[in-house]
C-alpha cells in the first residue's frame, strides 16, 4: 500500500507532502530546545516559532516550494504542537542503510482541536503518528523592522561555530561590541577565569559584509544564545543584526539535503543594565 493510498480521502484545513522527509527533520532539530512550538501556515510555507522567558524566540521557515505537494485553505492556519514529538517522528527511520532511499513524509491538519497526522514511508514501510495540538497563543513581537536595523554583519559561519565552541560556559553574558573603529567586532565573556574578548576584523575573509553605522556594546544571556548552536552547526552563513533598541537578531542560512536554501533565525533581548 502506497502513502496516498493509505491516507484516503479528506478535506484537510492544511496538507503537504515531500519526497525527503530530512529537509524538514533539518529545521525543526535547529530549532529544538523547548518542548512546545507554535506552527502558522500559509501559502507562503511554514513558520515554526518556539520562545523562551519572553525575551527570546526562533523562527524556521519552511517554505511551500520545498514540497510536491502544500495547501493551506485559510489565510493563515496556527496550532501549537509538541516539537520534541514531532521531531521524534520524523526522525523515527534514522539513518538509512541505502543513503539513495529517502522517506517520504505527508501532513495533515484538520483544524482546532484535531491532531496533526504525520504518514512517513520508506522502503515501502509506512508509520502513521497522531501528534496532539493545541490553541495557539500569541507569539512575542519583536518589531525587529529594517528602518530601525543601525548594524549589520554577515559572516561565514565556520568562524562563528569556532569561536562560539570556545567561550567561556562560565560566564552568564556574552557582550557583544559593533562598531566602524577598532575593534569593529567583539565578543566577550566574563567568567570564572576572568574576563575574554574575542575580536573579528571587518576585512577578515570570514567576513562577507560589515555595515556597521553606530559604536554598540549589549550583553545577552549566554545561555539563550546557545539554543542557537544546533541552527549555527548547519548553517553556511550567519547575520548578526543590531537595532536602536539593542535587540539582537542571528539568521542562518541552511542548505537542506537537496540544496533548498532555507534560513532560521532568532532574536533576543539585551540584558538590562545593573543601574
Known sequence: MSLTQQDGEGDHVFHAKIDNAKNVLQLLKAVNFSDVAT?????????????????????AFIQSDMFQEFDVKEDVVTFKVFLNILVECLNIFGVSTTPSVTPTLKMYYNGFGTPLEILLEEGGVITDCKIRTQEADDTLEFNFCATAVINKVIMKAECLREIFSELDGSSEVLEILLSPDPPYFRLSTYGNYGTNHTDILKDSDMVESFNVTRKTSQRYKLSLLKHSNKALNAAQKVSFRTDDRGFLCLQFMIKTEDSYICFVEFFCCPEEDDD
Open 39 to 59: 506552527v502558522f501556515g500559509s501559502p507562503s510555507g511554514l513558520k515554526v516559532t518556539v520562545e523562551e522567558a519572553k525575551c527570546f524566540q526562533a523562527n
